[in-house]
């Protein structure tokens, strides 16, 4: 695994280089592959690549959306990402945030002020509620919005500011989900319209009613859901689990064996450095596996 290193604030840290294998290994592990077209692909694996995203660190993700022609990819990442790559310059001093108004009559807003070392002075920016608060087709304000209205703002406020701040280093990185639209970010293809452009009625071109296909029955996949919208995560992972993750990547021979147990129980169970410290475990047993295979292929000969 090709590794290079980073000065970060007179602290060196270790980082993996995001290649096209590493990012095609992504998309086969949460089932995207199938389900995005070839352009689709590229387009996600050129952005990740060159702003040096990981999708396993949830620091990218992609949502395809509309059908047809409306057919479109949004890809997002979080807002965590500009803040360590602010860090990461060595010039930010600091930054302080606070909301002020009411939702009721559309004052609330968001204020933040950003610190650069090489400034004289704050970059303060604000942005409205009322300008971002995401709804759905209905008019109604969804859950998120509805149950965080400030924080889901800052989050907002967050990310504009340090795009500004810092544009040589986050300047045309993809957006975060907080200020794009719902279906954007959902895979919401409810977009009102046939493939041929007419409201769409459930009819045909013809005016029959189409045909049901017959229900699949192999088992389905899982669904992915994007990291942002993963409101089911369990808030706390016991020690006695995280082992037990340890020890069954430890078990696993073959490579999809391991995709699928970072699928199904990984990507949806764990978080933050536990989740970090498990794909990495992944990717080494991945090589254990690639070097028993390469001596027993040797020794065949």
Not at 3 to 10: D, E, M, R
Not at 178 to 189: A, I, K, S
Not at 280 to 292: A, Q, V
């Amino acid at each position: 695994m090709e590794k290079s290193l980073q000065t970060v604030n007179s602290k060196t840290e270790l980082q993996t280089e995001i290649t096209t294998e590493k990012l095609i290994e992504y998309l086969d592990v949460v089932g995207l592959s199938s389900e995005l077209k070839p352009q689709e692909k590229t387009q996600f694996i050129e952005i990740a690549r060159a702003y040096q995203l990981n999708p396993f660190k949830r620091e990218v993700y992609c949502v395809a959306y509309g059908q047809g022609q409306y057919r479109k990819l949004s890809i997002i990442t979080g807002y965590e990402v500009y803040l360590k790559r602010a860090e990461r310059t060595g010039l930010l001093n600091g930054w302080k945030i606070r909301t002020e108004g009411q939702i009721r009559d559309s004052s609330l807003k968001a204020i933040i002020e950003v610190y650069r070392k090489d400034w004289t002075q704050p970059f303060v920016h604000e942005v409205y509620y009322r300008e971002y608060v995401q709804k759905d087709k209905n008019g109604k304000v969804n859950r998120f919005w509805s149950e965080k209205p400030v924080t889901m703002l800052k989050k907002v406020v967050i990310a504009q500011a340090f795009r500004l701040c810092f544009p040589d280093e986050i300047g045309g990185m993809p957006y975060t989900s907080d200020e794009l639209p719902e279906n954007m970010t959902t895979g919401n293809t409810d977009t009102g319209k046939t493939d041929t452009g007419k409201t769409g009625t459930g009819k045909t071109d013809t005016g029959k009613t189409e045909n049901k296909k017959p229900e699949s029955k192999t088992k389905p996949k899982t669904e992915y859901i994007p990291p942002e919208k993963q409101t089911e995560r369990p808030k706390e992972i016991t020690k006695t689990e995280y082992e037990t993750a340890k020890r069954t990547i430890g078990k696993l021979n073959t490579v999809k064996a391991l995709n699928d147990y970072y699928r199904d129980t990984i990507f949806p169970r764990f978080t933050g450095n536990m989740h970090d410290e498990l794909v990495e475990l992944c990717s080494i047993r991945k090589d254990e596996l690639k070097m028993l295979s390469d001596y027993e292929s040797q020794e065949a000969v």
